[in-house]
Every structure is written in structure tokens, then in C-alpha cells.
């Protein structure tokens, strides 16, 4: 708290002194929100050092990214280095970048940018889209939005993959077009009506160039698996094997599409990508952890199952999956949360927590059970893959039951501070837990409505 305070009150005095400690702490995940807003007060003495910053390629990722989006409120002087940074081999910075020009240009209306490169990446993306939707084999992106989230981790994540490619490539659009006409046409040539999207995708046949609409208007038109791939020959893309989109998933550079592939490499004992899964295993990030699972699967031929203990970030985030206000989270998401998710072992009669205890985690049982307790009745069990103490990570009021480990468990814990610090650093699973809370209260509503 104080610290918080400390950092509010730099950006409130406009503290110049202060830039270069309070850019340092953008390496520091718990400074980082509030370091990052601090420097965005600053505005202009801040500048030149958050590019330094962006552009340095041995800082981390996460905080590069945190300098990008303060460069997006900056000057238009700042869209050289962010243009610069669209090339990035990381693709969560590169889009990071992509975004904070787009903001610039919305802000400011003064950004010179190359429309042939522009329509170059753009058709990467497109690229892609077509391979992730061939393999998903559900036909155009309609009929994707509409299909239900497969339960396999590598479909899931191809889907996801999917729609941030396709964002990606409107907000490339919106640097050379008009930003709130891409903006409507975006949302529109996603709608569930027809008309809608009929009307967007003939104002994106009227406005773009032919090389990038091409491509683009059969993503967005109805067609079955069927229709799609003969759509996708007559652009000269083929379908995959499933080895190819493996393949192409562990060059990626984005680390989770890595790890998700290094795991289903593992799990389909695909024994012909074993030299390219090998060579991610030298390392000590996440992906080097899954990555020598799969060796060590694929040298014994016995393939990758989730484990009781000690899970890497692939198992923990599966893990999650059962946790309500996750449900809306991508699987990258998940991810995130799984990297402060810590495993717990505990004994029989064990006790979590006792009710009036102030509440400051959730658990995911792995295995084992716990039950719950109010005074002595015995109210619940929590099994195997059931979460329970959900609500702590919003709320402080007081645990209402005890919880006690009914036999030899393994819990992950996902603490409350740590969940929150989180959420301050990724907009995108506040996005996803608001989501998965409103469409709980619709659910409450319904039930309240129909008993009236």
C-alpha cells in the first residue's frame, strides 16, 4: 500500500527524477501496473527511456510490453520505434506494438506507415487463419464463432489463435484506414446476423485493396468445412497434416502455442517431431518444462498424461479450467494464472481453513478430497478437478465453512493479492472473469425470474 501510494504520488508530481527507478520497476511484475501509470502521468520526460526500454531485446518480455503500451500515449514521434517493433519475434509484443499505434493514431491523426508493408503482414495473419481453421475443420470463421469450445488443448488453442489473428489483422487495417470505419466493419463481419455481416463484408470489398481482400472476404463468409477448403485452394492454401500444424506451432514465437504443441507432441507420441520437441527442452522456462515431458515420453512410448505433482504450467492451467470466473479465459489466459497457481500436499484431517477465517485464496483439488464444515455438520465434499473458495479472490468477507483435507491431497492454490496483481497486468482476463460473472448473474436472474 504504501508503495502504491508512493508510486501515485510520482506520476501526480510529474516526478522526472523518478524515471529511471520507476522504469526499472516495469521488470517487476507487483511494480508494474502502478509504475507503468506512474510514467504515463509523467508523459513526455518519460519518453525517450521507455523506448530504450521497448527496443532493448534482452529486457523481458513483460516489460517491454508494459513500456509499448505507455509509448501508445506518447507523441507521434514514438511511432517509428512501434513500427519498428511490428517485426518483433515475439508475437504478444509485436501486437502489443500494433495496438499502442493504433491509440497513437487515434489520438493524434499523424502517423506515416508503409500501406504495402501494412498489407503484408496483414496477409500473414490471413495466412494463419486459414491454416488454424482448416485443421479446426469447421468450416469459415462464421461457422467457428458459433461452434462450441472444443475440449481438446490444442483445437482450443488453434480457435483462439484464430481470433487474435483476425484482430490482429483489423487493427493492421485500421493503421492505413479509417479507424472507427475498421472498428464497425470488425464487429460487424463477426455479427451472428446475416445482414449485418453481409453489409460489413461489402464495405470491406468496396475499401480495401485487392490483395488483402481477397484473402480476407472467404474467412468471413458462411461455408462449411467442405466449402472452406475448396475457398482456401483457390487462394493456394492447403490443409495441413497434423504433424504440419505441430510443426508450425513449435517454430511459433509465441511461447504457449510452443508449449501447447510440445505437449500434444507428447500426448500423440508423435514420435517425427521428437528432434524439434528435444531442442525447446535446453532451457528453464515453461516451454523447456513441457517439452522434456514429451521427450521423456516419447523415448519411453508411453504417452503424456497429467500428472499428480510437480505440473507444469499445461497441467495447472487445465487444471483451472473447472474454476467458474475462469471458464470465459482463453487458454493462454489460463496460463498466466497457472504460473502463480502453487501446489499444496496436504495429510488427512488437515485443515485449509476455518470458517471466520479471512478468506485470501481459491483451491482446485488435484487429487484427493476435502470436506467442508459448518460448526461440526458436515455440508460438502470438494472432489478431484472441483474447485471451491472461488469467491475469496474478489471478496475478503470471512470464510463461511471449514475446509479439512479428508484423505492424502494435492490442492492448487491461487492466492488473492498475487490473482490481483495479475488482473492489474492482463486486461485481457479482467475481460474474461467480468464475462464469466455476468453471464453467472444472468443465470441467477433467470432462476429468480422464473420462481416469481
Not at 474467412?219 to 487462394?235: K, V
Not at 485449509?352 to 458436515?378: M, N, P, Q
Request: hydrophobic share 45%; with cysteine.
Amino acid at each position: 500500500a504504501a508503495l502504491d501510494a508512493a508510486l501515485r504520488a510520482a506520476g501526480g508530481a510529474r516526478a522526472a527524477g523518478l524515471v529511471p527507478s520507476l522504469v526499472e520497476m516495469l521488470s517487476d511484475r507487483r511494480c508494474r501496473p502502478r509504475a507503468a501509470e506512474a510514467l504515463r502521468d509523467i508523459g513526455q520526460p518519460s519518453m525517450e527511456q521507455l523506448s530504450a526500454l521497448a527496443m532493448d531485446d534482452g529486457a523481458s518480455v513483460d516489460a517491454r510490453i508494459a513500456a509499448v503500451r505507455v509509448l501508445g500515449s506518447g507523441d507521434a514521434t514514438r511511432g517509428k520505434h512501434l513500427l519498428a517493433l511490428l517485426d518483433a519475434e515475439d508475437p504478444r509484443l509485436s501486437y502489443a506494438a500494433l495496438r499502442a499505434l493504433v491509440r497513437l493514431r487515434s489520438r493524434t491523426g499523424d502517423l506515416a506507415v508503409d500501406a504495402e508493408q501494412v498489407n503484408t503482414r496483414v496477409r500473414a495473419a490471413l495466412d494463419d487463419i486459414y491454416a488454424n481453421l482448416l485443421a479446426l475443420e469447421l468450416g469459415s470463421w462464421p461457422e467457428v464463432q458459433s461452434a462450441e469450445t472444443p475440449a481438446g488443448l490444442l483445437e482450443r488453442t488453434l480457435m483462439e489463435d484464430a481470433g487474435e489473428q483476425l484482430d490482429r489483422a483489423f487493427s493492421l487495417l485500421s493503421l492505413t484506414h479509417d479507424i472507427d470505419d475498421l472498428r464497425a466493419a470488425r464487429k460487424g463481419a463477426t455479427s451472428p446476423l446475416k445482414s449485418t455481416r453481409a453489409s460489413s463484408i461489402e464495405f470491406l470489398d468496396n475499401v480495401l485493396d485487392k490483395t488483402v481482400k481477397q484473402p480476407l472476404l472467404p474467412l468471413l463468409e458462411s461455408a462449411d468445412a467442405g466449402q472452406f477448403e475448396a475457398a482456401a485452394g483457390r487462394e493456394g492454401v492447403q490443409k495441413e497434416t497434423r504433424e504440419g500444424t505441430l510443426g508450425r506451432l513449435l517454430e511459433s514465437g509465441n511461447p504457449w502455442l510452443r508449449s501447447v504443441a510440445c505437449w500434444t507432441v507428447g500426448t500423440e507420441l508423435t514420435e517425427s517431431l521428437g528432434e524439434r520437441v528435444k531442442a525447446l527442452a535446453d532451457g528453464d522456462d515453461d516451454t523447456a518444462a513441457v517439452a522434456k515431458l514429451a521427450v521423456e515420453a516419447l523415448a519411453k512410448g508411453s504417452a503424456l498424461e497429467a500428472r499428480k505433482m510437480g505440473l507444469t504450467v499445461i497441467e495447472k492451467a487445465l487444471k483451472l479450467q473447472t474454476v467458474d470466473v475462469l471458464q470465459r479465459a482463453s487458454s493462454e489466459d489460463l496460463g498466466h494464472v497457472a504460473q502463480i497457481a502453487q501446489e499444496v500436499e496436504l495429510s488427512p484431517g488437515t485443515e485449509i481453513y476455518a470458517e471466520g477465517d479471512s478468506a485470501d485464496a481459491l483451491f482446485v483439488v488435484i487429487s484427493g478430497s476435502v470436506k467442508l464444515l459448518r460448526g461440526k455438520d458436515e455440508i460438502g465434499t470438494v472432489r478431484e478437478g472441483e474447485a471451491f473458495g472461488t469467491w475469496a479472490l474478489f471478496d475478503e468477507a470471512p470464510r463461511v465453512a471449514t475446509a479439512k483435507a479428508n484423505e492424502d491431497t494435492l490442492l492448487l492454490k491461487v492466492d488473492r493479492d498475487e490473482f490481483l496483481e495479475l488482473l492489474a497486468d492482463r486486461v485481457d482476463i479482467v475481460q474474461a472473469v467480468f464475462r464469466a460473472m455476468v453471464s453467472r448473474l444472468r443465470q441467477l436472474a433467470d432462476v429468480v425470474q422464473s420462481s416469481i
